[in-house]
């Protein structure tokens, strides 16, 4: 670095690119990005794009220098000097949905939100579910569920997952302010088809499908589109009292059959479904005649006064079909957002996948760690607010999304950060005898490092013998540093140097306990645990293997639900606290 930039001072210079660097990591909740600082800096002090060489190597040191901090100390040196910068940070970070097209048109925001009962729900639904839901709350509107069950054949609902699914919304934090069923309002669909099909704009179509097909496909009417009403009619009715068998007969509602796109012309709106052999779990055998998707939903949400359709883009050809209906009805389409794909890399979003996984016995449950149902995300700790806050982040933007399980991890460990508190769990656990302790200590190791009035966990540690020893856990992976290292910090205890180690053991001897030393030294940290004061311990992965170890006996008194971080491995939510503890990774 040039003597100048060193020689002015630059305590200065160093003290505002250490508060970009960590303002950057706190934004990110992650690690200071080189990169955005020097852009930020050059912003601010546009002298120094003169010397942008030297400026880079000066935010490079600092940054790495902040990045050997810990979240919570960065947050603390910020909070201490910069409160102002903090703040700041706080409004950016309440980011807010934009406004709702015509929002304020209508005397009352209704918004819904409408599954099908055939699996739990998955991330994949998080952006509909949350941000219907919080447009209705932003307009003081109302939200609903409704469900859509009106395929007993090929998406046949199960009665486990009407339950699932709205303990799914409450989880969340999005309770429906009602709710719909859609197979309790067959005759209601009855009513409208027979109006479309009296007034000339449906017909009852009776063609085999690829006959069909062809027809449409060259813009041509079939058969039976030319008859008239009076004799749609009469076929109306011999479809609802079972006059034809499944593939006889369907419902289509009339288009352009000009329209270029050749899936718009003249949808079908209600087919039979054999009743005897696909019965549907809430009515049984009661209906035959069942509304395809279009026809339902396009029915439903304008008797329910659905205000605003907020869904994914892949809809926008519903859209169209369902305006002639409106049309014909005298309706006024709802407003419509149409959102991009969100995509998660490395999340199996596919519903089908996860139901064929459960089948097969791949997965052991809805909640299996391998799966992105809520059900697994609540499993592993990852909290509700966390997606609430990415989905509304993100917002109703058309372009397609791509997330990484990162960017969710980010958002839940800014939420657990400061609410977790910290035990050690050794992983692979070896045996440290450690020789040469001079007195007994008592260790306090703070169940939050920013919280001291949360209390600590205790132990103490009595040398035995007359080589004063003790035995300590200590984790086998942490074996590589220690055999590099000259001396070792156990975490809130001292310091120590490695005489012997191989795979199933080490032997240490005790050096010094001030802390101050350790720093000096730059000696790794490493975390420990009393031979005697352990209880075992597994901890359950997201790809579902497990890792065995041992955690500290404070941990005795956690509970279920608990959420906590075992220092230097990452965050778990507590499973079971037997005999041994089970935990859930979320992340780290
Ligand atoms: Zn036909």
């Given at each position: 670095m040039s003597n100048r930039l060193k020689r002015k001072g630059n305590t200065e210079l160093r003290e505002f690119i250490r508060k970009l660097a960590l303002l950057n990591a706190i934004r990110h909740d992650d690690k200071a990005q080189t990169g955005p600082v020097i852009g930020k800096l050059l912003g601010e002090k546009p002298e120094l794009r003169t010397r942008v060489k030297e400026a880079a190597c000066l935010v490079n040191e600092v940054v790495q220098e902040v990045n050997s901090l810990s979240l919570s100390e960065r947050k603390r040196i910020v909070e201490e000097k910069w409160p102002e910068a903090l703040e700041k940070e706080k409004v950016k970070e309440e980011k807010r949905l934009p406004p709702l097209p015509n929002g304020d048109k209508y005397a009352q925001i209704v918004t819904r939100f409408s599954p099908n009962p055939d699996c739990v729900l998955h991330l994949g639904s998080a952006r509909a579910i949350i941000l219907c839901y919080e447009y209705a709350r932003m307009y003081k509107g109302k939200f609903i569920l409704r469900f859509e069950d009106t395929d007993p054949k090929l998406k046949k609902p199960v009665l486990e997952f009407y339950d699932r699914i709205r303990e799914d919304l409450a989880w969340l934090g999005c309770k429906p302010d009602k709710e719909y069923i859609q197979s309790d309002r067959i005759p209601i669909y009855y009513e409208y088809a027979e109006k479309l099909l009296k007034d000339g704009n449906a017909y009852v179509c009776t063609c085999q499908q690829e006959q069909f097909r062809e027809k449409v496909l060259a813009s041509k009417p079939c058969e039976c589109r030319g008859s008239p009403p009076q004799e749609?009619?009469?076929?109306?009715?011999?479809?609802?009292?079972?006059?034809?068998?499944?593939?006889?007969?369907?419902?289509?509602?009339?288009?352009?059959?000009?329209?270029?796109?050749?899936?718009?012309?003249?949808?079908?709106?209600?087919?039979i479904i054999d009743s005897e052999k696909y019965p549907h779990p809430r009515v049984a055998g009661k209906y035959n005649v069942w509304p395809l998707y279009n026809f339902a939903c396009g029915v439903d949400d304008h008797l329910i006064g659905v205000t605003h359709i907020i869904r994914g883009k892949e809809h926008l050809t519903n859209m169209v079909r369902q305006e002639y209906m409106y049309r014909y009805l005298g309706w006024q389409y709802p407003e419509a957002i149409h959102y991009g794909r969100l995509k998660i890399t490395g999340a199996a979003l596919s519903k089908s996948k996860i139901v064929q996984g459960i089948r097969e016995g791949l997965y052991e449950d809805w909640d299996d760690p391998r799966l992105a149902t809520f059900a697994a995300l609540r499993r592993r700790g990852i909290m509700p607010e966390a997606i609430k806050k990415l989905i509304i982040d993100v917002g109703p933007k058309t372009s397609d999304v791509v997330l990484s399980w990162e960017n969710l991890y980010a958002y839940n460990r800014k939420i657990l950060d400061p609410e977790a508190d910290r035990y050690f769990f050794v992983h692979n656990p070896t045996q440290l005898t450690v020789e040469n302790i001079p007195k007994t200590f008592a260790a306090k190791l703070r169940l939050h490092p920013d919280c001291p009035e949360r209390g600590s966990r205790d132990y103490t540690i009595e040398p035995k013998g007359d080589d004063g020893s003790a035995a300590l856990w200590i984790s086998r992976n942490d074996m590589k540093t220690l055999k590099a290292a000259k001396v070792i910090r156990l975490m809130g205890l001292f310091n120590i140097k490695i005489d012997k180690a191989n795979v199933y053991s080490a032997e240490a001897s005790f050096i010094s306990e001030p802390y101050e030393e350790a720093r000096k030294a730059d000696a790794p940290l490493i975390h420990w645990i009393p031979v005697g004061a352990d209880m075992p311990c597994q901890v359950v992965t997201p790809d579902a293997t497990i890792a065995e170890g041992i955690a500290e006996s404070a941990c005795k008194g956690l509970k279920p639900n608990d959420i906590i971080q075992f220092e230097r491995f990452g965050f778990v939510r507590v499973d079971e606290v037997n005999v041994k503890l089970i935990a859930y990774y979320a992340h780290r």
């Open positions: 749609h009619l009469t076929r109306w009715q011999r479809m609802l009292e079972g006059g034809y068998k499944e593939g006889e007969a369907v419902v289509r509602v009339k288009t352009d059959l000009n329209h270029p796109n050749p899936a718009v012309r003249d949808w079908p709106a209600l087919r």
